[in-house]
T-cell receptor
Framework: DTGVSQNPRHKITKRGQNVTFRCDPI?????LYWYRQTLGQGPEFLTY????????KSRLLSDRFSAERPKGSFSTLEIQRTEQGDSAMYLC????????????FGDGTRLSIL | AQKVTQAQTEISVVEKEDVTLDCVYE???????LFWYKQPPSGELVFLIR??????QNEISGRYSWNFQKSTSSFNFTITASQVVDSAVYFC????????????FGSGTRLSIRP
C-alpha cells in the first residue's frame, strides 16, 4: 500500500497563470475526492469521482476549476487564471466504495499565488 | 445543513497530562458517520477513527478514547498520558451515510504537548 500520492508538493505561480495538480490514489480505490484547506481551517470538499465519473461538485468549484479522472485511476485538478484567493493546500483523498470511507488523504499540494 | 464545531482553537498541556478535545456536530440525517483525523506538522491527514450513528459505545484504542453522545450531538476525543508526539492539529468530521459522502470538517484544535 503506497498511499495517496500528490504532485507537486509545492507550486508557486503568478496571478493569472494556470496550474495543474495530479493525484494518484491508492490503487484499488475507486473513489477519489479533492478538498481545499486554507490556513487555520479544516479541509473543504471540492469534488468527487466514482471511477471516471465526476458525481458531485461543490459550489466552491468555480468555472475556473476543472477536475478530471480520465481512466478512473489518477486525477488532475486544473485552476485557470489563478487569483490570490486560490492560495491554499489542495488535498486529494481516496476510498473504497464498499467501505463508504474512511478516506485516506495524500500529503497535499500547497499553492502560493504571487 | 451539516456542521461541525470545535470550540477549542488551541490547547497546550504538559506531557503526561490527560487532554480532551471537544466536538459538537449538527445534521438533519438520521444516519451518519463521525470521524477524527490528525494533521501533524508534516501536513498529511491521518485517519484515527470512524463511528457510525447507530453505535454509541465508547471506544478505546491505546491512549486514545472517544465518547459519542447522540443526545448532546457530541463526539469528544481524549488522549491519556499525552506525549510530545501527540502535538498536531486534530479535526473532527461528519459525513452522511449515503454512498458519496463528502466529509464535513471542523476548524480543528491545535494541540501542543510541552515536555
Amino acid at each position: 500500500d503506497t498511499g495517496v500520492s500528490q504532485n507537486p508538493r509545492h507550486k508557486i505561480t503568478k496571478r493569472g497563470q494556470n496550474v495543474t495538480f495530479r493525484c494518484d490514489p491508492i490503487s484499488e480505490h475507486n473513489r477519489l475526492y479533492w478538498y481545499r484547506q486554507t490556513l487555520g481551517q479544516g479541509p473543504e470538499f471540492l469534488t468527487y469521482f466514482q471511477n471516471e465519473a465526476q458525481l458531485e461538485k461543490s459550489r466552491l468549484l468555480s468555472d475556473r476549476f476543472s477536475a478530471e479522472r480520465p481512466k478512473g485511476s489518477f486525477s488532475t485538478l486544473e485552476i485557470q487564471r489563478t487569483e490570490q484567493g486560490d492560495s491554499a493546500m489542495y488535498l486529494c483523498a481516496s476510498s473504497l466504495s464498499e467501505e463508504k470511507g474512511p478516506q485516506h488523504f495524500g500529503d497535499g499540494t500547497r499553492l502560493s499565488i504571487l | 445543513a451539516q456542521k461541525v464545531t470545535q470550540a477549542q482553537t488551541e490547547i497546550s498541556v504538559v506531557e503526561k497530562e490527560d487532554v480532551t478535545l471537544d466536538c459538537v456536530y449538527e445534521t438533519r440525517d438520521t444516519t451518519y458517520y463521525l470521524f477524527w483525523y490528525k494533521q501533524p506538522p508534516s501536513g498529511e491527514l491521518v485517519f484515527l477513527i470512524r463511528r457510525n450513528s447507530f453505535d454509541e459505545q465508547n471506544e478505546i484504542s491505546g491512549r486514545y478514547s472517544w465518547n459519542f453522545q447522540k443526545s448532546t450531538s457530541s463526539f469528544n476525543f481524549t488522549i491519556t498520558a499525552s506525549q510530545v508526539v501527540d502535538s498536531a492539529v486534530y479535526f473532527c468530521a461528519l459525513s452522511g451515510y449515503s454512498s458519496a459522502s463528502k466529509i464535513i470538517f471542523g476548524s480543528g484544535t491545535r494541540l501542543s504537548i510541552r515536555p
